[in-house]
């Protein structure tokens, strides 16, 4: 992991600063992902992790038996109503530690209470001992992998973590807005991961190994940055945070949500691909994660699972006006252009353009 860290950052310095944050001639806003290939199960096998065992099940529940048993649970108002309300009896312990950041399945060992979580970011390990709540990430993408929502046995056993499920890969569903759903490209799977290696934590930082190398922090030191802030409760883990102009821009344009505390949430991000210095110095309100935008300098993990629904562009200069300058930032269905005018020491913004879905 240390060499693909170094990797990442001498292909991020490799252009300008100019190139890296500003638009020149008929350069677009941003350079949009391309569309990942179609993983075969060969594909899958063969990029899978090291530390993930795949046994072959004879018996199995089928992924769409599973599917459809998991909606049958609250297809009508009345058993979703039910449902969640029960949901949220059941997890209120994982709740009340995680903060409400992950959607959760639970199990109970004695004095330690399981559950697997998935955000926005993947799935975890979840884990409540002695009362100190712990998560692990598991590395494994969304876009692979899918776990059946209704486990048969504990996911938790004999110094493993264990979940049944199935390859899959991911279809586009046409629409206003459109959505990714799932089909399985193979049943009958049993995913299994040694407990000693996903709760391995090199560097003590309060993240785990695999997290760390899956969106490019370096496991073998606690404070990735050198800013003087173990990466844990640093809301910027990956680069150091400078006050100028162009990031104050950054800064405003950030996703707002409102009031709401989310710097306490360490297993929050708000993710970003941008190899925009002034992008990358920015002071956030929550947890922010970055990744390079040429696919071959992207961490393993992140060259085949989308975990970005956010974005802001480079920035275009008025040739007639050193004050005004022109942004994108744009979300999963939405997308706004920006007039942005630097004036007394602030930014003003108008909108130029844009779309809402």
Not at 127 to 152: C, M, R, T, V, W
Request: glycine share 6%.
């Amino acid at each position: 992991m240390r060499y693909l860290f170094f990797l990442f950052l001498i292909v991020s310095c490799s252009k300008s600063l100019e190139e890296r944050c500003f638009i020149t001639g008929d350069e677009k806003y941003f350079t949009s992902n391309e569309e990942p290939k179609a993983f075969t199960v060969k594909d899958i096998l063969e990029n899978k992790p090291d530390y993930l065992e795949i046994v072959n099940l004879k018996n199995f529940r089928s992924f769409k038996k599973d599917s459809l048993e998991a909606v049958n649970l609250y297809n009508t108002l009345e058993k979703s109503e039910k449902y969640w309300k029960d949901q949220k009896t059941l997890f209120s312990d994982f709740d009340e530690k995680f903060f409400g950041q992950f959607l959760y399945s639970k199990q109970i060992e004695g004095n330690v209470k399981y559950a697997l979580g998935k955000n926005g970011l993947g799935y975890w390990l979840l884990e409540i001992k002695n009362d100190k709540p712990s998560a692990y990430f598991l590395g494994l993408s969304f876009s692979h992998y899918q776990f059946n929502k209704l486990q048969q046995n504990p996911i938790v056993k004999d110094g493993y973590f264990q979940l049944e499920g199935s390859f899959v890969k991911i279809v586009k569903v046409p629409g206003l807005p459109g959505y990714d759903d799932y089909s399985a490209i193979e049943d009958g799977k049993l995913f299994k991961i040694k407990l000693e290696d996903l709760v391995k934590d090199s560097d003590h930082d309060g993240y785990n190994d695999i997290f760390e190398k899956s969106f490019g922090l370096n496991p073998n030191n606690k404070d990735t940055d050198g800013d003087g802030m173990v990466d844990f409760n640093d809301l910027n883990p990956m680069f150091k945070s400078e006050k100028n102009k162009f990031t104050q821009l950054y800064e405003t344009l950030l996703p707002d949500y409102g009031s709401e505390n989310l710097s306490n949430k360490n297993y929050y991000f708000e993710f970003f691909i941008s190899d925009c210095d002034y992008f990358h110095q920015i002071s956030p309100k929550y947890h922010v994660l970055f990744s390079p935008e040429d696919s071959k300098s992207k961490t393993d993990y992140l060259k085949v699972t989308d975990v970005s629904s956010h974005g802001i562009g480079k920035i275009k200069r008025n040739k007639n006006n050193p004050n005004i300058f022109y942004i994108k930032e744009w979300g999963n269905s939405s997308s706004t252009d920006y007039s942005a005018e630097y004036k007394n020491g602030k930014w003003i913004l108008e909108i130029a353009g844009g779309y809402v879905i």
